[in-house]
């Protein structure tokens, strides 16, 4: 559709414009031919808006020939030949107007407009032309945009499909370690490994169900890992404590199992060297425009340093990269005998 034809608003202004061409018109008319201003403005006035439809031609003409792949030649003949065609339908509208209005001013209507219609045909073909030029201008400004919208469209496909890659690499991670801590229960003490095995059903089972949601509340993220930890707790036994809380951000939203393998390598990196185990620790709080998250548990600082794949940190790392760029941040480091992570993020609550 013609951009013009798209808002009321936008045709206002165009119908706006060719009036005061229609008074220009009139002006002619009445300087040139003598008409009384009240008979020229009637005169010029529809002859201008009604050339302004004839005008609307000229977007599809641009359309049909770009300039990037039309040759100069072919764009400049075809303008000038419909630039004429339309100044002379416009001519012959004219006269047709001028002979209308004779009826009710037969004195000198007719013999004014013959006066002037040179200057009306030159006058519509140069504003066929301007016409034109600006339909061109709109065409590449309609694929510029068009362009930058495929690119933002590829953007966001390259970003979705970077999630849900980072998201499935979650699961075969997680996966090996539990199967791998039912393997050893299995002969140490069995109806221990039936229950992780239970528990764990229902853990994939929740996170199954998230489906393809981008973001869930930080009240049902901390609720799946609660269930995670129950999994935990059956190796650990009470080893192991959590405390979870959300704080004002309960119904923030965030990606879902964000915080899973920051809890698990609190598990796998912390409670696992301690004797004595300890307390893993999630709080949240929404300040202002902003949700902070911290995860902190207890570490032996004389536990032997052993290098790992980083899944965890450079999973959490590359999701919040993709989903708000240099908007969120994570922060991991050791203070005494607690390992903290602090996540940062811009806070989104549910929509209304």
Known sequence: MYPLLARRSHLAVYLLLWMLMGVLLAAALALQGGLPWTNALAAGV???VGYSFICLSAWYVARSMPLAG?????????????ATLSAAMWLV??????????????????????AIQTLVFGAGVLLYLLALSVSYILVVFEASQDAQRRGLQGQVLAREAEL???????D?????????????????????????????????????????????TLS????LIENFLAIERVRFGERLSI?????????CLVPPLLLQPLVENAVTHGIAHMLEGGTIRVAAVRDGAWLKIVV?????????????????????RARLRALHGADAALVAEERGDRWYVELTLPAAGEPA
């Not at 509208?93 to 013999?111: D, E, K, N």
């Not at 991670?173 to 095995?197: E, K």
Request: proline letters at 6%; one cysteine or more; hydrophobic letters at 45%.
């Open 46 to 48: 529809p002859m201008a």
């Open 70 to 82: 039309t040759g100069m030649i072919r764009v400049v003949a075809t303008a000038l030949a419909a």
């Open 93 to 114: 509208l004219g006269r047709g107007w001028m002979a209308l209005l004779a009826t009710r001013w037969p004195a000198h209507t007719t013999r004014t407009f013959a």
């Open 164 to 170: 849900r890659s980072l998201r499935a690499q979650i």
């Open 172 to 216: 075969p991670h997680f996966l090996f370690n539990s199967l791998h801590s039912i393997s050893a229960l299995t002969t140490a003490d069995p109806p221990s490994a039936r229950r992780m095995c239970l528990l764990l059903g229902d853990f994939l089972r929740q996170t199954v169900a998230l489906g393809g949601a981008d973001r869930i």
């Open 220 to 223: 049902r993220e901390l609720a």
């Open 243 to 251: 405390a979870l809380d959300a704080g004002n951000a309960g119904d």
């Open 296 to 316: 902190d548990n207890p570490c032996d600082p004389d536990r032997p340093r052993r290098g790992g794949t980083g899944v965890g940190l450079a999973n959490v």
